[in-house]
């Protein structure tokens, strides 16, 4: 038979101390689970079967404990208060003898699918179960428009359909959106508009309707700075050409009139397309530029 040695973490090392916490207690349990995957295949077969036929033991003995506990009257007491205790419940819940609350279990599903979520750009927040319904709120590239967001969308949802008995359906709560103001005096066009940071685009007729036009404009100092002016059904909106999330350009972003979102292409954050709130980060926007119309010109102001 070969073996392979592998070093036990530190967190591994036994220890005398009877009062470790329970976040210390689990992560050893974490970190001896981690090192059995550097096992060979007949080593780590071996491995199992001791934690198993250890496993056994104790479920049988915390069997005959439960049981005798909850036959006495006086003793019922004491078996519920220590069940309240993390690590007895941990413990309990572990061998199956007492089910973990759903929202205990659903938090424990969802943390299986977070690194996919977060590798994504994406994260979900477990608000509150009721009456077999998990309600959610999506961050991130979860909470898009495109393809990408459905799929992570679907992923919690059968994660925690197929994962938590007690749950039968998802529902995803709304992120609220907060205003955006641009200053009053900011939009006001001077006698110089110039030295105000005034740029003119061009007539509205050259702005394409239900499209974004991207331009690349000098400043007064001279310096080039990219934005994307959106005419949602006539309405136009300018915003530097930069995704609140990585601060990609947003020149093939996906513009939905019917909602009226703005969608980035490369991780698909989604944004209210006439006021740059980001819908799937709360707190988020696109950094909005001053836009006017002016005697049948666009005018923006890309700063002195
Ligand atoms: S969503 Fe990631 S850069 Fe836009």
């Given at each position: 038979?070969?073996?392979?040695?592998?070093?036990?973490?530190?967190?591994?090392?036994?220890?005398t101390?009877g009062?470790?916490?329970?976040?210390?207690?689990?992560?050893?349990?974490?970190?001896?689970?981690?090192?059995?995957?550097?096992?060979?295949?007949?080593?780590?077969?071996?491995?199992?079967?001791?934690?198993?036929?250890v496993?056994?033991?104790?479920r049988?003995?915390?069997?005959?404990?439960?049981?005798?506990?909850?036959?006495?009257?006086?003793?019922?007491?004491?078996?519920?208060?220590l069940?309240?205790?993390?690590?007895?419940?941990?413990?309990?819940?572990?061998?199956?003898?007492v089910?973990?609350d759903?929202?205990?279990?659903?938090?424990?599903?969802?943390?299986?699918?977070r690194?996919?979520?977060?590798?994504?750009?994406?994260?979900?927040?477990?608000?509150?179960?009721?009456?077999?319904?998990?309600f959610v709120?999506?961050?991130?590239?979860?909470?898009?428009?495109?393809?990408?967001?459905?799929?992570?969308?679907?992923?919690?949802?059968?994660?925690?359909?197929?994962?938590?008995?007690?749950?039968?359906?998802?529902?995803v709560?709304?992120?609220?959106?907060?205003?955006?103001?641009?200053?009053?005096?900011?939009?006001?066009?001077?006698p110089?508009?110039?030295?105000?940071?005034?740029?003119?685009?061009?007539?509205?007729?050259?702005?394409?309707?239900?499209?974004?036009?991207?331009?690349?404009?000098?400043?007064?100092?001279?310096?080039?700075?990219?934005?994307?002016?959106?005419?949602?059904?006539?309405?136009?909106?300018?915003?530097?050409?930069?995704?609140?999330?990585?601060?990609?350009?947003?020149?093939n972003?996906?513009?939905?009139?019917?909602?009226?979102?703005?969608?980035?292409?490369?991780?698909?954050?989604?944004?209210?397309?006439?006021?740059?709130?980001?819908?799937?980060?709360?707190?988020?926007?696109?950094?909005?530029?001053?836009?006017?119309?002016?005697?049948?010109?666009?005018?923006?102001?890309?700063?002195?």
């Amino acid at each position: 038979m070969s073996t392979t040695a592998v070093e036990a973490p530190a967190s591994q090392v036994p220890t005398t101390d009877g009062d470790a916490d329970f976040e210390s207690l689990a992560r050893r349990v974490d970190d001896a689970a981690a090192a059995l995957e550097g096992l060979d295949e007949s080593s780590r077969a071996v491995a199992d079967e001791v934690k198993a036929a250890v496993e056994a033991i104790h479920r049988a003995g915390l069997v005959t404990i439960v049981q005798r506990l909850r036959s006495d009257d006086a003793a019922r007491a004491v078996l519920f208060e220590l069940v309240d205790d993390p690590v007895v419940h941990m413990l309990l819940s572990l061998h199956g003898i007492v089910r973990p609350d759903p929202m205990t279990h659903a938090n424990r599903v969802l943390v299986t699918v977070r690194p996919q979520l977060q590798s994504h750009g994406g994260d979900v927040v477990l608000v509150r179960i009721e009456d077999g319904t998990a309600f959610v709120r999506l961050d991130g590239a979860c909470n898009g428009c495109s393809m990408s967001s459905v799929t992570l969308r679907n992923l919690v949802e059968s994660a925690l359909v197929e994962g938590v008995p007690s749950i039968t359906g998802v529902e995803v709560l709304p992120n609220e959106p907060s205003p955006t103001l641009i200053p009053l005096e900011s939009l006001r066009i001077g006698p110089d508009p110039a030295s105000e940071g005034w740029v003119k685009v061009g007539p509205t007729a050259s702005l394409p309707d239900d499209d974004l036009t991207t331009l690349s404009l000098s400043s007064a100092s001279g310096d080039l700075v990219d934005i994307i002016v959106v005419n949602a059904g006539r309405r136009l909106s300018a915003y530097r050409n930069e995704c609140a999330h990585e601060g990609l350009p947003l020149d093939n972003a996906v513009l939905d009139i019917a909602n009226g979102t703005l969608t980035c292409p490369w991780h698909g954050f989604c944004y209210d397309a006439t006021s740059g709130e980001c819908l799937s980060a709360p707190g988020a926007q696109l950094e909005q530029v001053p836009l006017r119309v002016d005697s049948g010109d666009v005018w923006v102001r890309v700063g002195t």
